[in-house]
């Protein structure tokens, strides 16, 4: 009992077909970005999907429409609109934090932590979901979220690098000369440490001269 039946919901399109239930816990994870279309969520998974199955698009199985009926080891409902995540499955039991194994494409295998948002409601009710998703659906229409993708990724994003960059670029000459001395520092630190003849350096701010203090002795 491996696999089970999955239903995606957007605003105005439902989504459902059988999958591994593996699909169902990286699906779970990548709410952690809040996707609220179907294309935001094949995005956001991406990340935690084992090679090569990250090469092409994942929820190919699942079609336009709404079947809720459980299958093989359950089913497992996301509404991206209610932030509503049933989970009525014998397969696993993803919560609002975990992680996930994921294999890279040199055959590493590393684990991905994860975190939603604490606004995501999870339920295993998966007879009475659907009067759960439209309820919570009505109470987030009175309830704009702040979309902070905006802020993050957006114009503010951009205008911030443009404003750093520029104001950086004109402070080039002393942050030239104090990486410099910075690093005078720390070369002095490392040649302290250096034993025999060559012991004693003379370390500049703009190169390094290994200079003996003294003449070899002639023998």
Do not use: N
């Not at 989504?15 to 279309?37: E, M, Q, R």
């Not at 702040?146 to 004109?170: N, T």
């Not at 070369?187 to 203090?213: C, N, W, Y």
Request: hydrophobic share 40%.
């Amino acid at each position: 009992m491996s696999e089970l039946r999955i239903v995606v919901r957007e605003a105005e399109r439902d989504w459902s077909g059988t999958v591994h239930g593996s699909c169902t816990d990286c699906a779970v994870a990548a709410l952690s970005a809040d996707p609220v279309t179907m294309d935001e969520l094949e995005a956001a998974v991406k990340p935690f999907i084992s090679w090569p199955s990250s090469e092409g698009k994942y929820f190919t199985d699942l079609s336009p429409g709404l079947c809720d009926e459980p299958y093989d080891a359950g089913l497992v409902v996301i509404d991206l609109v209610a932030r509503l995540v049933v989970i009525d499955s014998s397969y696993s039991s993803p919560a609002r934090r975990g992680s996930i194994w994921r294999r890279d494409k040199d055959g590493k295998e590393r684990r991905l932590g994860y975190h939603l948002a604490d606004d995501w409601y999870f339920s295993s009710d998966g007879e009475g979901w659907r009067g759960l998703a439209e309820r919570r659906r009505r109470e987030r229409l009175g309830d704009v979220p702040l979309d902070a993708r905006a802020v993050f990724y957006g114009r503010p994003l951009l205008e911030y690098i443009a404003r750093e960059s520029l104001a950086a670029f004109a402070r080039r000459g002393e942050i030239e000369t104090a990486v410099r001395a910075e690093w005078a520092d720390a070369a002095r630190t490392r040649l302290s440490h250096m034993k025999g003849d060559a012991a004693q350096f003379r370390v500049e701010i703009f190169r390094i001269e290994l200079r003996p203090l003294f003449a070899p002795t002639q023998f």
